[in-house]
């Protein structure tokens, strides 16, 4: 399977706040010339699959607008990782204990409350074998589910292991990258 996974435009944020799941706007000026690029250098033809938040759903709409054939389906697995209770929090004003016991059990603690990155996996996982027989797919999604994704099709692990296994390295926003996965149920 091929992936064209695209990362969402910026969101209408504070630097330095915990966002996650919180549901921001972008920028609406700069949303139809974005659409204009990524359907240029995207391929056609392709199901486009976006999170349910705004910052990715409101750029599928915008490409498939330039693109009338393209189905859109909206699924909230690839909406990015829920921090909970940190939602809307300067990362600077989360208690330092929270994020040392985050990081020393980083697979299973519900930093937040809502959630845990090996559930968080387990999420992205299962929607990407519902698409087995898909032979290429573009997702419009967040950056932990970039580093999910990569985690999943890149690590050869099935399970993480600590923080030092999550991927560090995600695109920018509104950019793109292609993402190869020869043989979904052996890679994940």
Request: a negative charge.
């Amino acid at each position: 399977m091929k992936i064209w996974v695209v990362r969402h435009p910026k969101p209408l944020v504070a630097s330095g706040v915990c966002y996650g799941q919180l549901d921001l706007e972008i920028d609406r000026s700069q949303l139809d010339s974005l659409a204009q690029s990524l359907s240029g250098q995207l391929p056609e033809n392709l199901p486009i699959y976006s999170s349910g938040l705004i910052r990715s759903l409101s750029l599928a709409k915008a490409i498939q607008i330039l693109r009338p054939n393209a189905i859109v389906q909206s699924d909230c697995r690839l909406n990015e990782f829920n921090f909970g209770v940190w939602e809307g929090v300067l990362w600077s004003d989360i208690p330092k204990a929270e994020i040392d016991a985050w990081v020393q059990s980083f697979p299973s603690h519900f930093f937040g409350g809502e959630e845990c990155v090996q559930g968080f996996i387990h999420r992205i996982k299962s929607m990407l074998l519902e698409l087995e027989g898909i032979d290429e797919i573009i997702l419009i999604t967040h950056a932990g589910v970039i580093r999910a994704l990569h985690f999943l099709m890149k690590s050869g692990q099935k399970v993480l292991k600590d923080a030092n296994d999550w991927p560090e390295y995600v695109i920018g926003f509104g950019e793109f990258e292609l993402i190869n996965c020869p043989n979904m149920n052996r890679n994940i």
